[in-house]
């Protein structure tokens, strides 16, 4: 396991998106994404490529806050589907999507890296953005008492 920051690494340099939350060992980001605004990231501080170079309680505690994620914006945002994703790619720097896609999204019921299907409706877009510094203050307060309860997970 490389605990070593990178000048490389996009994700060591720079906080990924708005921080939302930031613990120890992960941080929560909302990704900025204009017409995705259910959309953000967690994103391991230290810079480790692969999900199996973390230990196996690691994984369990990082997955059970990428649940916990996905539970608040089901519950605040009622979307159509939550998509998941922890692709590193482009940045192979642990980090979990977790999107709230609804089926009036510009790309539904494509991933949101595809081709634009549609416009957006603005209207929409707001009606999400209006309920994102609730939805922010419940992700931040889960997943404070989820890692101070993991310990040195988080």
Do not use: Y
């Not at 906080?15 to 605004?37: D, K, Y």
């Not at 810079?47 to 914006?73: F, G, I, N, P």
């Not at 605040?76 to 999507?97: D, E, F, R, S, Y």
């Not at 409706?121 to 209006?130: D, L, S």
Request: aromatic share 8%; glycine share 8%; net charge negative.
């Amino acid at each position: 396991m490389s605990a070593i920051q990178t000048e490389d690494c996009i994700l060591c340099r720079e906080e990924g998106g708005r921080l939302v939350w930031r613990s120890e060992g992960w941080r929560l980001v909302h990704a900025g994404e204009a017409a995705f605004p259910g959309f953000f990231r967690l994103i391991c501080n230290r810079h480790v490529a692969e999900w199996s170079d973390l230990a196996a309680e690691e994984r369990q505690h990082a997955m059970e806050a990428v649940t916990l994620v996905e539970k608040l914006l089901r519950e605040h945002l009622q979307p159509t589907k939550i998509n998941l994703a922890t692709l590193g790619n482009v940045v192979p720097h642990l980090h979990w999507h977790v999107i709230a896609r609804f089926d009036w999204d510009s790309h539904f019921p494509n991933p949101v890296w595809g081709a634009a299907l549609r416009d957006s409706p603005a209207p929409n877009i707001r009606a999400v953005e209006q309920v994102l510094p609730a939805l922010e203050q419940a992700l931040a307060h889960g997943l404070e008492a989820h890692f101070k309860a993991g310990g040195s997970h988080g």
